[in-house]
């Protein structure tokens, strides 16, 4: 295992949540007492429609949530109503319980769910308005970790992980017999905080192989790169 690389071990999911919560309000707070404004990539998925809950339902007078911007690190292409869209899950499980502004959330879709190709370009353009480098700096990216080692959805043997000039892409991704847009490799290095939450059984291989320091996955090349945060379940640990 890595020195970069630190475990929170916590016995249930809902611990976890509580953990990963805690942690994601402490930093995005010091990203407000420093730079008056915090952004976040958030990840999508089912895993963290709890945290979100969680956070909308304890965690409402913890931070000035006005102060801050919510990005994606993913989304599938769909319309922003579809029940798989990140967007939407994000939307009814955080946004609108803390009453959060249509001008803090930066949906990766467009209204009107334009050619993929244009959406990402325009992500692009989004990001690189506030950047102050190259590559823009998250305060915070949340992730998940797919049992095949990916992340986002920068999956195994895609296009998408050799691109180091674009901050977003339309990756293919031949398991899914489709595509998604995704941020891109050196966006996830850059940001200041990179946090993993992984949950269930179904994940254990995948954390035992990021554990044991391999870098061939998506997920152990970022975890070999950088510092990164993972906050577990028992599940997801027990061999």
């Given at each position: 295992m890595s020195e970069k690389t630190?475990?929170?071990?916590n016995?249930?999911?809902?611990?976890a949540f509580v953990a990963c919560a805690d942690f994601l309000v402490d930093r995005l707070a010091h990203a407000i007492g420093r730079r008056g404004i915090a952004r976040i990539?958030?990840?999508?998925?089912?895993?963290?429609?709890?945290?979100?809950?969680?956070?909308?339902?304890?965690?409402?007078?913890?931070?000035a949530w006005d102060r801050v911007e919510f990005f994606f690190g993913d989304e599938r292409n769909v319309p922003r109503d579809h029940p798989d869209s990140n967007f939407r899950m994000a939307q009814r499980a955080?946004?609108?319980?803390?009453?959060?502004?249509?001008?803090?959330?930066?949906?990766?879709?467009?209204?009107?769910?334009?050619?993929?190709?244009?959406?990402?370009?325009?992500?692009?353009?989004?990001?690189?308005?506030?950047?102050?480098?190259?590559?823009?700096?998250?305060?915070?990216?949340?992730?998940?970790?797919?049992?095949?080692?990916?992340?986002?959805?920068?999956?195994?043997d895609t296009p998408a992980l050799g691109e180091?000039?674009?901050?977003?892409?339309v990756n293919p991704v031949e398991k899914i017999h489709g595509y998604r847009l995704t941020l891109t490799f050196p966006v996830?290095?850059?940001?200041?905080?990179?946090?993993?939450?992984?949950i269930?059984?179904?994940?254990?291989?995948?954390?035992?192989?990021?554990?044991?320091?391999?870098?061939d996955l998506p997920a152990e090349q970022l975890a070999s790169r950088r510092v990164t945060h993972w906050f577990i379940d028992q599940a997801s640990w027990d061999t």
């Open positions: 630190h475990f929170h071990h016995r249930t999911p809902e611990e990539a958030l990840a999508g998925g089912s895993t963290p429609r709890r945290l979100y809950q969680m956070l909308a339902e304890n965690y409402a007078d913890a931070l955080l946004f609108r319980p803390l009453g959060i502004q249509p001008h803090q959330t930066f949906p990766m879709i467009s209204d009107q769910q334009r050619d993929p190709e244009h959406d990402a370009m325009a992500y692009e353009a989004l990001l690189r308005q506030w950047a102050s480098d190259d590559v823009p700096r998250f305060d915070v990216a949340l992730l998940g970790l797919g049992d095949d080692g990916h992340f986002a959805s920068l999956f195994p180091c000039s674009r901050l977003a892409v996830f290095e850059a940001a200041r905080d990179v946090v993993f939450l992984v269930g059984n179904e994940k254990r291989d995948a954390l035992a192989r990021v554990h044991a320091g391999y870098q």
